[in-house]
Nanobody
Framework: QVQLVESGGGSVQSGGSLRLSCATS????????MGWFRQGPGKEREGVVV???????SYRDSVQGRFTISEDSAKKTLYLQMDNLKPEDTAMYYC???????????????????????WGHGTQVTVSS
């Protein structure tokens, strides 16, 4: 049974940084497509950054250069380093894992609509101006 538990969210001022963590269990960590999605108030869930099973990475344009995805395979933990945060980054952030994905770009853009995607419960990030 796939389990994903996010942590590290909080409230910061514009320009600040946060590091999110996603502790995982129940599946072959190194073989899955994984990534981060977010859902802002009144908005649909959207992809932030993902990688496929070969660790090819796709970033949302608005976070490119500010956010960095990484992993610790020994700890089976996924991370999201977020720098230079902006108020528009305010959202609930979700960790995601999927056994297979067509491509990282497809997973980024279609993730919330795809079948057999596993989700955590989310961690809230609030950025004030």
């Amino acid at each position: 049974q796939v389990q994903l538990v996010e942590s590290g969210g909080g409230s910061v001022q514009s320009g600040g940084s946060l590091r999110l963590s996603c502790a995982t269990s129940g599946y072959s960590f190194s073989n899955y497509c994984m990534g981060w999605f977010r859902q802002g108030p009144g908005k649909e869930r959207e992809g932030v950054v993902v990688f496929d099973s070969a660790r090819r990475t796709s970033y949302r344009d608005s976070v490119q250069g500010r956010f960095t995805i990484s992993e610790d395979s020994a700890k089976k933990t996924l991370y999201l380093q977020m720098d230079n945060l902006k108020p528009e980054d305010t959202a609930m952030y979700y960790c995601s894992a999927k056994a297979t994905c067509y491509s990282s770009d497809n997973y980024l853009r279609q993730g919330p609509q795809l079948r057999f995607v596993n989700w955590g419960h989310g961690t809230q990030v609030t950025v004030s101006s």
